[in-house]
């Protein structure tokens, strides 16, 4: 989704005291220098890592990895294939750790040779891109696995503490009391019954309305389903089993236990802390696909 361009952002890429100078891959692809690293080319099978800003001649931001705390790889691939190679990955092979460049393009051309595919349909042609690119690192894939791991845990935990702070101002601020679960799901039990209750392993048939917190926009609901417990989200396997027949609750998950960094298919977007009222109206030990019903 295009957002306002963070100029905080672009400051750790440019530099008004280095002088740009432009390069030209063996294939033609051109881009500028920014300002220049420590001069050791990638060797075959390393991998570079590096940051990037994606925005148009508007100055909005398509994307970028700031945000997110996760840049991106490129592994370095054996010479020969050096003339099969777009631009954009032959410009790889002449970066060194600490280098920035800009690439700038056409939207249309930018497309076709950097992301591969014509431009949408529904998007300006008449737009410019620049990529911003930092390289933060050449490592060898061994040495990148470990960072990635590291990046990933880091990333989970900071955002992990991120959705617990989000659901407690959404309670304060509601004047909602709520217990907590040791996984950080918070809930609001409505009704209980004393029913008996599902495990993982059943199926269940549920009434439901699911929402996103920071909006309330509501993204599904549905006043009869049933499924397989074991074949959803995390935070209905750990939710869903506190309910017995009859009972009815609310629940806050955490992304984590959601759709996590991914989303889902542009209606839950990333890192999304999810709001989810729910009637457990009845379970079994399998799912009838078709009746659509537990058995």
Same mark, same amino acid.
């Given at each position: 989704?295009?957002?306002?361009?963070?100029?905080?952002?672009?400051l750790?890429?440019?530099?008004?005291?280095?002088?740009?100078?432009?390069?030209?891959?063996?294939?033609?692809f051109?881009y500028?220098?920014?300002s220049?690293?420590?001069?050791?080319?990638?060797?075959?099978e390393?991998?570079?890592?590096?940051?990037?800003?994606?925005?148009?001649?508007?100055?909005?931001?398509?994307?970028?990895?700031?945000?997110?705390?996760?840049?991106?790889a490129?592994?370095i691939?054996?010479?020969?294939?050096?003339?099969?190679?777009?631009?954009?990955?032959?410009?790889?092979?002449?970066l060194?750790?600490?280098?920035?460049?800009r690439?700038t393009l056409?939207?249309?051309?930018?497309?076709?040779?950097v992301?591969?595919?014509?431009?949408?349909?529904?998007?300006?042609?008449?737009?410019?891109?620049?990529?911003?690119?930092?390289?933060?690192?050449?490592?060898?894939?061994?040495?990148?696995?470990?960072?990635q791991?590291?990046?990933?845990?880091?990333?989970?935990?900071?955002q992990?503490?991120?959705?617990?702070?989000?659901?407690?101002?959404?309670?304060?601020?509601?004047?909602?009391?709520?217990?907590?679960?040791?996984?950080?799901?918070?809930?609001v039990?409505?009704?209980?019954?004393g029913g008996?209750?599902? =495990?993982v392993?059943?199926?269940?048939e549920? !009434?439901?309305?699911?929402?996103l917190? %920071?909006?309330?926009? $509501? @993204? +599904?609901?549905?006043p009869?389903?049933?499924?397989?417990?074991?074949?959803?989200?995390?935070?209905?396997?750990?939710?869903?089993?506190m309910?017995?027949?009859?009972?009815?609750?609310t629940f806050?998950?955490?992304? =984590?236990?959601?759709?996590?960094?991914?989303? !889902?298919?542009?209606?839950?977007p990333? %890192?999304?802390?999810? $709001? @989810? +009222?729910?009637?457990?109206?009845?379970?079994?030990?399998?799912f009838?696909?078709n009746?659509?019903n537990?058995?």
């Amino acid at each position: 989704m295009i957002r306002t361009f963070n100029a905080l952002i672009g400051l750790t890429l440019l530099c008004a005291a280095c002088a740009p100078s432009e390069k030209e891959t063996p294939n033609g692809f051109k881009y500028v220098v920014i300002s220049n690293g420590d001069g050791v080319l990638p060797k075959r099978e390393q991998v570079i890592v590096f940051d990037y800003l994606l925005k148009d001649s508007k100055d909005s931001v398509w994307s970028d990895t700031y945000s997110q705390g996760m840049p991106i790889a490129i592994p370095i691939a054996d010479s020969s294939a050096i003339a099969n190679e777009k631009g954009m990955f032959q410009m790889f092979r002449m970066l060194s750790k600490g280098d920035s460049v800009r690439v700038t393009l056409p939207l249309p051309k930018f497309f076709l040779e950097v992301v591969g595919r014509p431009a949408p349909l529904e998007v300006d042609s008449s737009l410019s891109l620049s990529y911003f690119l930092k390289v933060k690192d050449i490592m060898e894939l061994d040495a990148y696995r470990e960072f990635q791991t590291g990046l990933i845990e880091n990333r989970r935990l900071d955002q992990q503490s991120k959705d617990a702070a989000a659901i407690e101002k959404y309670l304060s601020d509601n004047s909602i009391t709520a217990q907590k679960d040791s996984t950080g799901i918070m809930y609001v039990i409505h009704t209980s019954k004393g029913g008996a209750k599902p =495990g993982v392993e059943n199926c269940v048939e549920v !009434s439901y309305k699911g929402a996103l917190l %920071d909006n309330g926009s $509501v @993204f +599904d609901q549905q006043p009869k389903m049933a499924f397989p417990l074991s074949r959803v989200i995390m935070g209905w396997q750990r939710a869903i089993p506190m309910l017995g027949v009859g009972d009815s609750a609310t629940f806050y998950i955490p992304s =984590g236990l959601g759709y996590g960094p991914q989303g !889902s298919q542009g209606v839950i977007p990333p %890192d999304a802390v999810l $709001v @989810f +009222d729910v009637r457990l109206l009845a379970f079994g030990n399998g799912f009838d696909p078709n009746t659509g019903n537990c058995n």
